[in-house]
């Protein structure tokens, strides 16, 4: 069910969790969420001493310091009515595993059950919660887009980005074709398996090339990090960006691996 704002109501507060990769290494990818947000009627904030969702401990099997970050972050977003991510894998993190951290019956397991309630993935947000339906900026490219494993799999988002997409102007949508199969990323899955990771991504690049599309998209870094490294080692032409900065019509900045290509 949709949990569609009235656009009549007190403007959200939201509290952007930036996320590790996008901080460090795609930064234009938090300018265009803010972007996104404001348009939609919000107030964002994006909170300086945010780190790590805990995810890579998390999956690595040390729950204690996964819990332990869980609690500095609920601390630190406690005073927005949603927090928003743009990355599926974070935001699965922030909604699906928190709760899990903490024994049932516990005050901290009831402070992250009503803390997940209010965490969502960017696009999602944007479409189902604030009811964004279309987007006037102009792209006149054709595109193909990736589901991430996380965004997917654990929020449900994939109808909602293409929809959006398809409402921009000039844009061609080419769908990928096994779009909902891993590119091999996983966060530390392709450090403890590379020979397997690369055997996805590879499978996973040879579908993009047949897309036909000139630009890949995708709603999480670490994929898409994943996907452009394999496709410039590759000798592709082929562009690759976050889909919020499209969205944002914010593509100012080089596409993804755009610096080292030939």
């Known amino acids: 069910m949709k949990e569609k704002a ?3 109501e007190r403007p959200p507060r939201v509290g952007l969790f ?3 990769l996008v901080d460090l290494l795609r930064p234009s990818v938090g300018f265009a969420a803010v972007k996104l947000l404001e348009d939609a009627g919000c ?3 994006a909170p300086l001493s945010q780190t790590c969702c805990g995810q890579p401990g998390y999956n690595s099997g040390d729950r204690h310091t996964a819990a332990e970050i869980a609690l500095q972050v609920i601390d630190l977003f406690d005073p927005y009515d949603f927090i928003v991510a743009p990355s599926g894998s974070c935001a699965g993190m922030l909604r699906k595993h928190y709760p899990a951290l903490f024994a ?3 005050p901290e397991r009831m402070r992250a059950e009503k803390f997940s309630g209010r965490c969502y993935e960017l696009i999602s947000f944007l479409a189902d919660v604030r009811g964004v339906e279309t987007i006037p900026v102009p792209c006149r490219r054709s595109v193909t887009y990736h589901d991430s494993c996380s965004g ?3 929020l449900g988002v994939r109808a909602q980005p293409r929809r959006l997409l398809a409402s921009m102007p000039g844009l061609a949508l080419k769908e990928l074709h096994e779009s909902d199969v891993c590119c091999g990323f996983g966060g530390t899955f ?3 398996y590379p020979a397997i990771s690369n055997a ?3 499978h996973k690049v040879a579908n993009i090339e047949k897309s036909g599309a000139e630009l890949l998209l995708a709603g999480d870094l670490g994929c898409l990090l994943n996907m452009a490294g394999k496709l410039t080692r590759s000798g592709s032409n082929i562009e690759v960006r976050h889909v919020a900065e499209v969205l944002a019509g914010d593509t100012s900045e080089p596409p993804i691996a755009g610096a080292n290509r030939p």
Do not use: P
């Open 6 to 8: 009235s656009l009549t």
């Open 18 to 20: 930036v996320t590790c």
């Open 43 to 45: 107030v964002v904030d």
């Open 104 to 106: 049932e019956g516990t």
């Open 152 to 154: 997917l799999r654990e």
């Open 190 to 192: 392709c450090v403890k």
């Open 200 to 202: 996805m991504v590879e």
